[in-house]
Structures are given as structure tokens and as C-alpha cells.
């Protein structure tokens, strides 16, 4: 008989260490030390080229966050996990290690901020181009496609423009011109999204967002599901020809993750392994509250539009419905009058914290154009065209008609 397939829960919670702790604690204890010791001069080498599977160093590996790589493994199929130390983190390692001087990626202006200065700023000192398209319109993203592409990228529900994308519609086309595709999958957790079924090569996730657990400490995860033939790839053809597939992984843990320093640290990896135990509740409790309140505040006269694909009239209800399911995630966003009206109401909420992140246990709202864009200037603004009159609205644990109360209050007083 066919062994039942586990709830993603059971599974993340009774996943074993790879090897047993010498106490046997069944949280895995943080290993905050710096370096490890070695009885031979010849283990120490085994370990350093990287045959042994032996820690050396914690800017490398460590106990610690391996276990919780070896669980985000176990619950999503991907090959390999690298933790870093942001989601920002995970975005600029994955493009160290595929872009090269003279490649262009190919992506839309409607990313989250700092995504959007990475792609538009930073690379750019590097030689590298990004051709911001409309990814919703696969004609216009085929004609920016070329030989020199080192990857289609996209946010699977794009922060805060709430757009979405055919996922396997983008990997169809990219893949058929040897291109990877690369998703932030941050909006959606993994008891909603399987990158697996839509063909995506590489995806990064804010692990600050849902998995910490109630926001308790900054992080990002890279997964490689070694899909891709990197032979395709300027940058890592010469690899792929010793290793394969495994080409991201390898240049990733032995070069550019090591060289960056970016690794996680031991105490956050414990915190989000922590928080990863109760994903799959506050996941779908934080969803189900933000589809309660979107519909509510259609009702709101003072409320222009509303923003959160689980509506039914929503453009992407349909798409997101095929792609995420039943929970959609736990980001909505509301336009008001004006950007005088939205300041308004930011100063007059008392449950809603007025702060920027995403997916905490707290609900928390952020006027984005005035914050998260604030520093862009009138032109780039102008390009990735997030409203003035927009708020965006991270939805929390907290019960759905308290925070109608503090809605009403706060356009009332």
C-alpha cells in the first residue's frame, strides 16, 4: 500500500537532523561558533575541498542553518538551499552568480524597490543590462529575449502592483530560447505554491515574511532545482561540462556566496526553523483574514479600489486561482482620494502598525511611494508606477473585526 503523502507541517516538524545532536535535543541547538576543529591535517583538507561534507567555517556552513537548508529541501523538492542573510541577499547572490558583463535580464519595472534599484543601479556598474518589459504580455517579452539573456525574473505576485503572471507560459518561452527563469516567490508561501509545476529554475524567498515566524529576524533562501542545463549559460558552460546540472550550486557555495559573506547566521537560521513549524497555520489564518477585510473595504465608501487577487472581479483571480490555490497570501492594497487621504489614515490607525515589512503576526501598513520609492527620482517614479493614492496593507493575526473597527475609526475621527 502506497504510503499517505504527509501534510507540509508533518513534514517540516518531524524532518530528522542529518546528524543526531550528541544530547539529543530535538530543536537543533544553535552553533554559534565561528570555525570547527579537525584530528587530522588531512580531514582539515578532505573538508576544505569539499569532500567530506565537514564544516570548516560559519561564513561558509554551519549546523545550524544546514538544518534548516535540509528542511525548506525536504518540503519543496529543490536540490539545494543556500540561506543568506536577506531576501536582498539571495536576489544580488543568484545574479552574481549567473550575470556576466555584457548579459541583460529581462524583467517588468513593477518589482518591489529594492529590487528594482539592484536590477536598474547596481548591475549596471557591473556591465550587466535589464530590459524592463510588460511580463504580461508574452510577444513583448519574447522580443527582448537574446543571446546574451542570462534570465527571465519576475515576482510571482509583484509587490506592492499586484500583477501576476503565466509562470509556465514565461518558463515555456525562456526555456525554448535556453534562458533560465528566476521567481520571488515571497508573497505565496510553499503550502500555496510549488515552483516545481510551473518550471522555474531557480527561486529566492524573503524568508524575513512568513517563515520567520512573527518577524523575528531578516533572511533569504535560494533553491535550485537543477532543471536547467547551464551548458547554455556564458557563465557557467565551462562548469556544466564537469558538473551538470549542479553547475548554479556549485559556482553559488564555492564562490560567490563564500566571497560576498552573505551566509546566514546560526541564530536566525534557529528562529526561522522556529517559525517554520507554524508556516502552514498563520499562512493560510493571514490569507483567509486578508481576502475577510479586501472584501469588506469594498464596502468602505471612502475606499476608491481595492487590490488582492482572491477577490472574484480581480484581473488576476482567475490566474492566481491555477497557480496559488485557495490562500492567496496576506498582502492587499487600497487607493484613496489622494496622498493627503492616505496620510490621513496612516496617523489615525491604532491596532495597524504604521511600519514597512510583510507578514508579520501584526497587521502594518506603508504608504510605498512616499517610502519604499521615496528616494527615486520624478523619472523612476515615473517608471515603476506605484500611485500616490495607494496604501498597501500587510494583513496579520489579528481578528479580522477588530481591524474593520480600526478601518471605520480611523476615516471616522
Known amino acids: 500500500m502506497e504510503a499517505k503523502k504527509q501534510n507540509i507541517s508533518t513534514t517540516i516538524i518531524n524532518r530528522r537532523f542529518q546528524q543526531k545532536d550528541s544530547h539529543g535535543a530535538i530543536s537543533m541547538p544553535i552553533y554559534s561558533g565561528a570555525a570547527f576543529e579537525f584530528d587530522t591535517a588531512e580531514a582539515m583538507e578532505d573538508a576544505f575541498l569539499g569532500k567530506s561534507g565537514k564544516h570548516t567555517y560559519s ?11 535540509d528542511r525548506i529541501q525536504q518540503i519543496t523538492g529543490a536540490k539545494n538551499v543556500t540561506a543568506v542573510a536577506s531576501g536582498m541577499a539571495a536576489i544580488s547572490n543568484i545574479f552574481m552568480t549567473i550575470a556576466y558583463s555584457g548579459a541583460n535580464i529581462v524583467t517588468t519595472s513593477h518589482l518591489f524597490g529594492n529590487t528594482f534599484s539592484f536590477f536598474l543601479f547596481t548591475l549596471k556598474a557591473f556591465g550587466v543590462e535589464v530590459r524592463f518589459c510588460n511580463l504580461l504580455d508574452i510577444n513583448e517579452v519574447e522580443k527582448n529575449i537574446d543571446d546574451k539573456t542570462c534570465a527571465v525574473f519576475t515576482e510571482i505576485i509583484t509587490n506592492p502592483h499586484i500583477e ?21 516567490s515571497t508573497l505565496v508561501a510553499w503550502p500555496s505554491f510549488d515552483a516545481k509545476q510551473f518550471d522555474v529554475d531557480l527561486e529566492m524567498v524573503s ?13 533569504g533562501l535560494i533553491l535550485d532545482y537543477q532543471r536547467f542545463d547551464w551548458a547554455q549559460s556564458p557563465r557557467l558552460d565551462t562548469l556544466a561540462k564537469a558538473v551538470g546540472k549542479r553547475a548554479f550550486t556549485v559556482k553559488l557555495r564555492g564562490e560567490i556566496s563564500r566571497n560576498l559573506g552573505a551566509y546566514m547566521s546560526p541564530h536566525t537560521a534557529y528562529l526561522q526553523n522556529l517559525g517554520l513549524e507554524t508556516l502552514d497555520l498563520r499562512f493560510k489564518k493571514m490569507s483567509e483574514n486578508c481576502k475577510n477585510l479586501a472584501e469588506f473595504l469594498q464596502s468602505v465608501p471612502e475606499v476608491k479600489s481595492v487590490n488582492y487577487t482572491g477577490l472574484r472581479d480581480n484581473p488576476f483571480h482567475e490566474i492566481s486561482q491555477r497557480q496559488f490555490g485557495e490562500y492567496q497570501g496576506a498582502m492587499l ?15 489615525r490607525v491604532n491596532v495597524i502598525r504604521r511600519a514597512t515589512n510583510l507578514f508579520d503576526n501584526k497587521s502594518l501598513i506603508i504608504h510605498p511611494l512616499s517610502t519604499i520609492y521615496g528616494t527615486l527620482s520624478p523619472e523612476f517614479k515615473k517608471m515603476v508606477e506605484v500611485p500616490a493614492d495607494m496604501l498597501r496593507l500587510s494583513v496579520g493575526l489579528e481578528d479580522p473585526e477588530d481591524l474593520k473597527a480600526d478601518i471605520l475609526q480611523a476615516f471616522q475621527s
Open 207 to 219: 524568508s524575513t515574511k512568513y517563515l520567520s515566524g512573527g518577524a523575528t529576524s531578516i533572511g
Open 59 to 69: 561564513r561558509i556552513s554551519n549546523p545550524t542553518v544546514e538544518a534548516f537548508e
Open 333 to 347: 492594497t487600497f487607493s484613496l482620494e489622494n496622498q493627503a487621504a492616505c496620510f490621513r489614515f496612516i496617523n
Open 164 to 184: 501576476v503572471a503565466d509562470l509556465k507560459a514565461l518558463a515555456d518561452l525562456a526555456h525554448s530560447k535556453n534562458v533560465p527563469v528566476v521567481a520571488d
